[in-house]
């Protein structure tokens, strides 16, 4: 997959943003505005006075009630715009940054804790300026302006609104943040916790079912989430919000009456005029309304808080390779790969996953190399790719040590191929090509698939190229998944190809002809194959033999046949079970039926 292009500055979410807060501010000054003008107008008509003087109250009551709801709506609107902004530059920032993280960096993080990362965390990004940031600086505002509007009406009665203001806005918030984080805090870990076990639970449920394991693991896991309480922690969080809330609810009234009380005193005394009284305790009632949303987004301060805290620890990760201080140019021309003296030591590894590796590949020569689970075959290739830092040595790409060549540079487009973990995603045959190259036309959909061996199975597919594929792809038989990914390695056009066990979980006669497709699509490139496989390998210019990550074997098919050794031994014994085992269905190229 192509990296993501650069996105572009944080000038337009700002811009909304201002926008959306000016919007609010002034959206909850009208309600108050609206209140206390329809408030003078009612007591006004109640003293019946000349309908002249009440034509100007009539027509501010109509303006303060339209523009209160356009305003509202364009809170609204530049409000959730900018927060869909931000959370598609801070999605985009998550993406990039897992991007260079796998596959050394991944294993930190537990898959569906990623994804709950992803997309939960990142909306309270949302929750942040949407409800948190714009109600907090609405009411500051207006309830600041009502404070001191009613200060010069009546200096106590203006005192009691601000205290009540100050409870609303800042204490009972604050009470309230300090009483859920730690709940909320536990919440959104419970929560990532569960979303890990129920992504664990689907991805293995068929092996659950073959092991005949599904209800006790069932049966675990529901003990397990009843340990953890996360229902538990969701009643605890509710009560202690409704209790803040209630509190909340008491303090509004406690000061409206307050207010209402110091105005009846001082329409008593003569100091205030009745009319007046009645405006200035709804103004107040109107404008302690604007602490409600406040009480209310910091029940989230908590889960907004770690949610934050669990975001910074992704994008602050840093990768196995990093990217170069002082980069160097990309090669030009045919690219050479050169391994000299490569070694890799796993952090907490007790011996290398790889030794003393060396191997030159030049242009359009194909190398596979082959050796049982863990004898460093992959890590070969992920130090080519830059994945993984060699401990001692050098790989270098036409003389220029690839860790001095920026990643974007490297991959896809000077080193890149198929991964041993190949992850078909949901849409169409077309939109998965597409992922090696965008741009490519039909033509060359079909050639790479030509190339890959897949082009007679697609056109007998319903609807061809654009037949959907699930994201399990359970309805492509291993090597048609195999050939799939093949064809859109094929179609980035790398200068060298890297292809890492491109025959798993095929049987030895489906491996052997995907292998041998795999090495005749090379073309002009140069292809780094990987395979415990050994079938299918017969045309490549050379072989390497690894054993506990250093190098045991190398030539070609014929020059190892004439070696006794892991070769000769493996071929053997994949050329019996290719003439006389059985081929599970599942296992073949036999097309399954599209869904």
């Known amino acids: 997959m192509k990296a993501s292009a650069p996105r572009s500055g944080l000038t337009g979410p700002v811009l909304r943003l201002a926008l959306a807060a000016g ?26 006075p000349p309908l002249a003087t009440l034509s100007l109250a009539v027509v501010a009551v109509r303006a303060l009630a339209i523009a209160r709801g356009a305003l509202r709506y364009t809170e609204r609107l530049a409000g959730h715009d900018a927060a869909l902004r931000i959370m598609d530059r801070v999605r985009g ?36 300026t949407v409800r948190v940031a714009l109600p907090a600086l609405a009411a500051l505002v207006v309830g600041g302006g009502v404070t001191a509007w009613a200060s010069l009406q009546l200096p106590e009665a203006g005192l009691a609104l601000g205290v009540g203001l100050f409870m609303g806005v800042m204490v009972l918030p604050l009470l309230t943040a300090l009483t859920l984080d730690r709940v909320r805090t536990r919440l959104v870990a419970a929560r990532a916790e569960l979303a890990v076990r129920g992504v664990d639970a689907i991805e293995g449920r068929e092996d659950l079912a073959v092991c005949g394991a599904a209800a006790a693991a069932g049966a675990e896991r529901r003990e397990q989430d009843s340990a953890r309480g996360v229902a538990r922690l969701e009643r605890s969080a509710a009560r202690r919000g409704a209790t803040v809330t209630a509190a909340g609810l008491l303090t509004q009234l406690a000061t409206t009456a307050a207010v209402a009380v110091l105005a009846a005193r001082a329409q008593a005394e003569g100091r205030l005029g009745p009319v007046a009284a009645a405006v200035l305790t709804l103004a107040a009632l109107t404008a302690l309304e604007t602490a409600v949303p406040v009480q209310a987004a910091a029940e989230k301060f908590g889960e907004l808080g770690s949610a934050l805290r669990r975001l910074r620890a992704v994008l ?28 890799v030591v796993h952090p907490g590894a007790v011996r290398p996953a790889l030794s003393d590796f060396g191997l030159t590949l030049p242009a359009g020569r194909r190398v596979a190399l082959v050796g049982p689970s863990g004898s460093g075959k992959s890590t070969a290739l992920a130090v080519a790719l830059g994945f993984v830092p060699a401990s001692a040595g050098h790989v270098r790409l036409n003389g220029v040590p690839v860790d001095r060549i920026p990643g974007r540079e ?32 039909d033509a060359r959909l079909w050639d790479a698939l030509e190339r890959a061996g897949a082009a007679a199975w697609v056109r007998a597919l319903p609807a061809g190229l654009d037949t959907e594929v699930r994201d399990d792809a359970a309805q492509l038989a291993g090597g048609q998944r195999q050939r799939l990914a093949l064809a859109a390695a094929l179609l980035a056009d790398p200068a060298v190809l890297v292809l890492d066990e491109p025959t798993e979980s095929l049987d030895p006669a489906a491996a052997g002809a995907v292998l041998a497709d795999a090495l ?13 496989r050994i079938l299918g390998l017969e045309d490549a210019d050379e072989i390497v033999v690894l054993r506990d990550g250093r190098i045991a074997q190398r030539g070609t098919h014929r020059e190892l046949l004439q070696r006794p050794g892991y070769y000769r031994e493996q071929y053997a014994a994949e050329s019996a079970a290719a003439k006389h085992g059985p081929r599970p269905a599942h296992l073949t190229e036999t097309a399954a039926p599209a869904r």
Not at 420 to 434: E, I, S
Request: hydrophobic content about 45%; aromatic content about 6%; overall charge negative.
């Open 520 to 532: 005749a699509a090379a073309g002009h490139r140069s292809l780094l194959l990987v395979s415990h």
């Open 23 to 48: 919007a609010t501010a002034l959206c909850e000054a009208a309600a108050v505005a609206l209140t206390a003008t329809a408030a003078w107008l009612i007591c006004r008509a109640s003293e019946q």
């Open 410 to 441: 490297l991959r896809p487009r000077l080193v890149s191929g198929l991964t041993q973990d190949h992850y078909v995603f949901a849409g169409t045959v077309r939109a998965h090509l597409l992922l090696g190259r965008p741009d490519a036309d």
């Open 93 to 128: 920032r998550f993406f990039d940054v897992l991007e260079p993280l796998a596959p050394a960096g991944l294993p930190a993080f537990r898959r569906g804790d990623l994804l709950t990362r992803m997309v939960a965390d990142v909306e309270a990004v949302q929750d942040a």
């Open 316 to 343: 602050r990760a840093r990768p196995a390779v990093p990217e170069p201080d002082d980069p160097l140019p990309v090669p030009e021309g045919p690219l050479t790969l050169e391994f000299t003296g490569v070694t």
